[in-house]
């Protein structure tokens, strides 16, 4: 007895939606930005490699709001690392600096604001249109998870 398996059984299904946004902006500032703005909730998420070793991933800002009410949650992911690694060759008189991005397709893309729940198209749209119109917010835009190569760092 032979047992086919299809590949897009192992792929989690994909329930949320983002919003991408340029900013100058440090983590903390873009987090109170969206709380005052938009009227969030967000609250630092403990990092999970408090004492990152050499070879371990980067650790990325990540602030999470959960709506009980609405069964729904927001989360604003830095696509930085928040502390960069030195890389130094034999031979250069300066280190260059490597950057690991959460989302190395979206490179010019500071931070990741993740929908999960019951968003409709129309409530995004109004959101983006509210982040754009922020001040030290140079860019928002909605983009489908289905538009991406990778999400797996989206899915802890």
């Keep these: 007895m032979v047992i086919r ?3 897009n ?3 989690p299904p ?3 939606q983002l919003i991408c946004i340029c900013s100058t902006l440090k983590e903390y500032q873009m987090a109170m930005l969206l709380n005052t703005g938009l009227r969030f909730e967000l609250w630092r998420q403990p990092d999970v490699n408090d004492e990152a ?3 371990q991933m980067p650790l990325y800002a990540r602030f999470r709001w959960d709506d009980h009410l609405a069964c729904r949650e927001v989360i604003l992911l ?3 690392p928040l502390v960069r690694q030195e890389l130094a060759r034999e031979g250069d008189l300066f280190g260059s600096e490597t950057v690991t991005l959460l989302l190395a ?4 893309v500071d931070y990741l604001l993740q929908f999960i729940g ?3 198209p129309e409530e995004l749209e109004d959101l983006r249109e509210e982040l754009h119109a922020m001040a030290g ?3 928002a835009y909605v983009c489908g998870p289905a538009s991406l190569k990778n999400i797996t760092p989206l899915l802890s």
């Design 137 to 139: 917010i140079d860019l």
């Design 53 to 55: 070793q050499e070879g």
């Design 14 to 16: 994909v329930d949320f």
């Design 105 to 108: 397709e979206l490179p010019k």
């Design 9 to 11: 059984e192992f792929n």
């Design 78 to 80: 830095g696509n930085s």
């Design 5 to 7: 398996l299809d590949k």
């Design 118 to 120: 019951n968003f409709e």
